[in-house]
């Protein structure tokens, strides 16, 4: 049983991002950079099938540039068996498209019966990469999935639980599959001192960009560079919130205050 | 006539009263001054009429030390002002009403870092950290807030203001030594002194990194061992273990964190120490050195888990933080039938620490009281020390095991009051810890500073 995991550097989500004066990427200083987070939750779920099945490999699979390999590093120490880098600077601004053909293309490489990815990757809001992914394989895909509630490689198949709308819906697809994954009753476990030191011989297979022939995938260098169907072109920080007016004091007090704002400040009452 | 406002709305007033110690405190008025000048104002005032007057901060005091006998309260939450950071000098000039986490995360936000860490910085005003010296987890490697007071403007009971410098000659004979930096005189003073109105205290460089993590052992002892290890290990020359925070979980320590524990605690875990360090290179070798350390000093080193991540390290500090608040809420619970929850702050000399923990465990046996849950600042020496009595009955046979405690730790050359002060509820102890005459020698540097004994009445004396 061979899972892929798709996995992404993205800020973190506490990082008070800047914008670079193009205006259209943001400021790399002084950012701290962690493992999307629903690509932990993925990661959390392979390990847990591998656990429950008892053997397997989970493989994780990254483009990226150079920095990402940090976040491939903490994904390995949770406890993925090895990873797949396509690693290369220039893939820093890349859109989804030519990432998620990237990641196909490798895939045909690496043996898998399942393929998990976070539902979406949170530094570009964007939920893409993974269809595309399995669009490009032909591959059965669910999203959103908060629970993998089944999985009988014997016959090929896989039960997920996913959430929409307010309900729940019991999803059965057939493998290989891809996967999007929320977070569920999942907690992303810590990594272990011995898993880190464990990381770190662990093997993280290269691919150069150089080694990818772009015209077999239908792309151009200037995909590369300007995107292939989607470019940002512009990006700004929401406008600042006006500052909020925190009352103090006991309960009446504050009450008393606010009714007194709301009616001669704010003459809403 | 007085030109600020007196609330004697005892409904207002009354809430106001006690502290997160819940000893019942009782006071006739309530005062928020929003500047020095008023404070003057307000203690000239008090004074003249000998009316008492406690300063509060946040009252997360677990000593009743913000809880007043009687007078006004003043209440400092309205002087919220961050006056100056400044880079060049590495200092910060503020007033004592910013919530501590608040006041620490305007300085991080700047690129700079307070070092001082309560576990209860985000229930304690800056200024309730000041009068009461407040020390952290990473007061391992940082020492308590008083390293980081460099000058303080205070007013005194009679409206006088005092604007002190910690000197910064290196040499001085002029008089006796506790009084040679007089700013060392009013932190930790718990109110008895004057009211704080501004601090300036140093920052530091923020550090680079750090991760936290944590071991976990099969008996307290190893534990406790690993403790001294670590202490050991500080002395060689150029250590790669070098945590900034070293804290202990017992077995209920642990049994408290567990539902809510985000990794695994094993069941054979008996206790656990919680550990942080900062490091700017390699972080591997260090880790490397770690684990080496580690399984040398039998920890369960599969389940040690490391927290390199922003959010998880908030979750460990979150987990920290969810022992004291647990056994409070606990105790909580039986304030209406006489019990509550007991807390001790004894620390020793660390390399007496199995020693005294056999001691308050036996005692505790023998008493056949429940065993108490030991946690926290376990690198200093200095573990949290509490106990849960149901009821009236039980709380008296726990306070006779915790006088007994007290009265051994101070023959090991230890502390009743590592942390927290002495407030009113800690006052039987005294008694063990300094001679009489010394203790009289305190109480008459307070009466020449405060003739008329208004400020906090009833705290430590
Ligand atoms: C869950 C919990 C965990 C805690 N953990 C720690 C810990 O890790 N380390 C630690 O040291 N303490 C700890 N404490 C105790 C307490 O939080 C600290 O003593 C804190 O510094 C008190 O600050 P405060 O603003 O709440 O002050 P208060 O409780 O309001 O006052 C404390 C004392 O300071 C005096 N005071 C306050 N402000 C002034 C002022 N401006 N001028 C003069 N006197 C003043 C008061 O008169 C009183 O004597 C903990 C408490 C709780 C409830």
């Known amino acids: 049983m061979k899972i892929v995991v798709l996995v992404r550097q993205t800020p973190d989500t506490e990082a008070k991002v800047k914008v670079n004066s193009d205006g259209k990427t943001i400021d790399p200083n002084g950012i701290t950079w962690i493992i999307n987070p629903y690509d932990e939750f993925a990661i959390e779920k392979a390990l847990k099938i591998k656990e429950q ?64 990815s976070g539902k979406k990757v949170i530094d570009i809001e964007s939920s893409q990469i993974p269809i595309f992914v399995a669009e490009t394989l032909k591959l059965p895909f669910v999203t959103f999935v908060m629970k993998i509630n089944e999985v009988d490689f014997g016959n090929k198949k896989i039960t997920v639980d996913r959430e929409s709308e307010g309900k729940h819906e019991i999803v059965e ?71 909020a007016k925190i009352f103090e004091g006991e309960i009446p007090e504050k009450v008393a205050a606010l009714v007194k704002a709301l009616r001669e400040e704010a003459k809403v009452i | 006539m007085c030109s600020f406002e007196l609330i004697t709305d005892q409904d207002i007033v009354k809430s106001y009263c006690t502290d997160s110690s819940n000893y019942p405190g009782y006071a006739d008025a309530l005062v928020r001054p929003e500047s020095t000048s008023e404070v003057v104002e307000i203690l000239k005032e008090a004074n003249s009429k000998k009316i008492s007057i406690t300063p509060i901060g946040n009252r997360s005091s677990l000593t009743g030390s913000a809880a007043a006998d009687g007078g006004w309260i003043l209440d400092t939450s309205q002087m919220t002002k961050i006056i100056e950071i400044n880079h060049k000098e590495k200092f910060a000039l503020a007033e004592p009403g910013m919530m501590l986490s608040d006041f620490k995360k305007k300085i991080l936000d700047e690129g700079l870092f307070y070092a001082p860490d309560p576990t209860s910085e985000k229930e304690c005003f800056f200024g309730g950290s000041i009068a009461t010296n407040a020390s952290g987890s990473r007061t391992f490697k940082y020492g308590s807030t008083k390293k980081y007071v460099r000058a303080l403007e205070v007013v005194l009971a009679s409206g006088e203001i005092l604007n002190l410098r910690r000197p910064e000659i290196e040499k001085n004979t002029f008089g006796y030594l506790p009084f040679q930096s007089m700013v060392d005189l009013f932190v930790g003073s718990e109110g008895t002194l004057g009211v704080i109105t501004k601090t300036e205290v140093e920052l530091l460089d923020k550090p680079e990194n750090f991760f936290g993590g944590m071991a976990f052992f099969k008996t307290l002892n190893e534990a406790l061992d690993f403790v001294i290890a670590v202490r050991k290990e500080l002395l060689k020359s150029g250590p790669l273990i070098t945590p900034r925070a070293c804290e202990l979980f017992d077995n209920y320590a642990l049994d408290i964190i567990r539902p809510d524990s985000p990794f695994k605690i094993p069941q054979n875990a008996l206790a656990g120490i919680f550990f942080e360090q900062e490091y700017s290179l390699d972080f591997e070798k260090i880790l490397e050195r770690w684990l080496e350390f580690l399984e040398k000093n039998n920890a369960i080193v599969d389940d040690t888990i490391v927290a390199e991540k922003p959010k998880q390290q ?14 409070f809420e606990e105790g909580g619970l039986y304030v209406n039938n006489g019990g509550g929850k007991i807390s001790t702050d004894w620390s020793v000399p660390i390399f007496r620490i199995h020693e005294i923990i ?80 010394l203790i009289e020698a305190m109480r008459a540097v307070k009466i020449s500073l405060d003739p008329n004994n208004i400020l906090a009445p009833n705290n430590i004396f």
């Not at chain 1, 990873?83 to 196909?104: G, Q, R, Y």
């Not at chain 1, 015209?215 to 560079?225: A, C, F, I, T």
């Open chain 2, 358 to 437: 056999d001691y308050a465990k036996k005692i505790s046996d023998e008493a056949k009281i429940q065993e108490p849950v030991i946690y926290g600042h376990i690198g200093n020496g200095h573990p949290h020390y509490n106990f849960i009595a149901k009821n009236a009955e039980e709380k008296k046979q726990i306070l006779q095991v915790v006088h007994s405690t007290c009265k051994k730790v101070t023959t090991m050359g230890g502390t009743i009051a590592a942390e927290h002060g002495i407030g009113k509820i800690k006052k039987d102890f005294v008694k063990y810890q300094y001679p009489k005459q």
């Open chain 2, 314 to 327: 908030d979750e460990l500090r979150r987990l920290r933080h969810k022992v004291p608040s647990t056994l």
């Open chain 1, 173 to 243: 697809a057939k493998l290989p599959a891809l996967i999007t994954c929320d977070r569920g009753d999942d907690h992303p476990r810590y990594a272990s001192i011995t898993g880190i030191m464990k990381a770190k011989k662990k093997e993280i297979k290269e691919i150069s960009l150089d080694s990818i022939d772009l015209n077999s995938l239908g792309l151009s260098k200037e995909d590369l560079e300007k995107g292939a169907r989607t470019a940002i072109t512009n990006m700004e920080l929401p406008p600042a919130r006006k500052e």
């Open chain 1, 53 to 116: 099945v008892g053997s397997g490999e989970v493989v994780l699979l990254a483009c990226g540039p150079t920095r990402s390999e940090e976040a491939i590093r903490q994904g390995l120490a949770m406890g993925a068996d090895r990873a797949v880098f396509i690693k290369d600077d220039k893939l820093e601004h890349i859109d989804p498209f030519v990432t998620s053909k990237f990641l196909a293309n490798e895939l045909q490489n690496i043996e898998h019966d399942l393929i998990l």
